[in-house]
Each structure stands twice: as structure tokens, then as C-alpha cells.
């Protein structure tokens, strides 16, 4: 059973830095890539950054130059680096991992959550 465990999250006032890890735990095959989402109150769910597994990145245009993904695949870990805070990024966030199989689609794992708050 694969399991996505996240850490790094709190309580942070604007301007400050947090970096989110997520280690993948057993077994999981043909990885395509590994990113964040975040969901806020009232908000829906929206991508925040990607890696692919050929090591391209995107991300969501409100952060960037502030945030950086990147990943430890002798460690299974992603992270998300997170420079000037700002409140606008509270949310809680999630890691994702969406592998292509051969024998299969698309399937997306998700981490538990962890909360980011951003207030002064």
C-alpha cells in the first residue's frame, strides 16, 4: 500500500520561509509526476507546483519566483520550498503523485494534508 506522509507545515508570519517534504512509502511504479495542491476556505482546490519525471516544473503564476519543487529520488521526497510567505497562501496542503502504469490510466495518490497558515 502506498502511502504519501507530509511534514513541514505551521504557523509562519508574512515574509518568512516553510519547506514541505512528502516521502512515498511502499510500493509504487511508473511515477509521472509529483506536485502540490493547496485548497483555502471557501477556495477550490488548485495545483501549486509539479515536477515531472523528466524533471520539468510549473507552477502556479501567484508563486512564482517564490516557491520552488523539487525531489530526492534516492529518498522517494518531494518538496516545496516556500520563500515570502504572504497570507494569501494559508491553505491546507497536499502532496500528489499520479503514476501511468503500463497495465493502467492515470491514478493519483494524495498525502494526508498539512496546514500552512500565514498571519502576522
Excluded at 502504469?101 to 497558515?117: E, N
Aim: glycine share 10%; proline share 3%; hydrophobic share 30%.
Amino acid at each position: 500500500q502506498v502511502q504519501l506522509v507530509e511534514s513541514g507545515g505551521g504557523l509562519v508570519q508574512p515574509g518568512e520561509s516553510l519547506r514541505l517534504s512528502c516521502a512515498a512509502s511502499g510500493s509504487i511504479f511508473s511515477i509521472y509526476s509529483m506536485g502540490w495542491y493547496r485548497q483555502a476556505p471557501g477556495k477550490q482546490r488548485e495545483l501549486v507546483a509539479i515536477i515531472l519525471s523528466g524533471g520539468t516544473t510549473d507552477y502556479v503564476d501567484s508563486v512564482k519566483g517564490r516557491f520552488t519543487i523539487s525531489r530526492d529520488n534516492a529518498k522517494n521526497t518531494v518538496y516545496l520550498q516556500m520563500n515570502s510567505l504572504k497570507p494569501e497562501d494559508t491553505a491546507v496542503y497536499h502532496c500528489n503523485v499520479k503514476t501511468k502504469p503500463a497495465w493502467s490510466g492515470l491514478y493519483d495518490y494524495w498525502g494526508q494534508g498539512t496546514q500552512v497558515t500565514v498571519s502576522s
